[in-house]
Nanobody, 115 residues
Framework: QVQLVESGGGLVQAGGSLRLSCAAS????????MGWYRQAPGKQRELVAT???????NYADSVKGRFAISRDNAKNTVYLQMNSLKPEDPAVYYC?????????WGQGTQVTVSS
């Protein structure tokens, strides 16, 4: 059974930082492309960042320079370090694992930013 379990969300002041984690099980984690996506109320889910099996990263323009995605294949975990959080960053953040036709999502973790 495949599971992606996010953690680390919460309430933070604008300008603050949070680190999200996504622990994967039931997949060969090291060969998956892993990503973080977010969905704010009334908006479509959008890409935040991805990291390939080789460690190449890609970011949405809105988070470049503020967020950093990383992975620890020994721990089957992908991280999202979020710095300088802005009022437009609050959303449910989802972890995603992709390998060819295999596509798995976590249940999401809420991030709230207070001004």
């Amino acid at each position: 059974q495949v599971q992606l379990v996010e953690s680390g969300g919460g309430l933070v002041q604008a300008g603050g930082s949070l680190r999200l984690s996504c622990a994967a099980s039931g997949i060969i984690f090291s060969i998956y492309v892993m990503g973080w996506y977010r969905q704010a109320p009334g908006k479509q889910r959008e890409l935040v960042a991805t990291i390939t099996s080789g460690g190449s990263t890609n970011y949405a323009d809105s988070v470049k320079g503020r967020f950093a995605i990383s992975r620890d294949n020994a721990k089957n975990t992908v991280y999202l370090q979020m710095n300088s959080l802005k009022p437009e960053d609050p959303a449910v953040y989802y972890c995603r694992g992709i390998l060819r036709t295999y596509d798995y999502w976590g249940q999401g973790t809420q991030v709230t930013v207070s001004s």
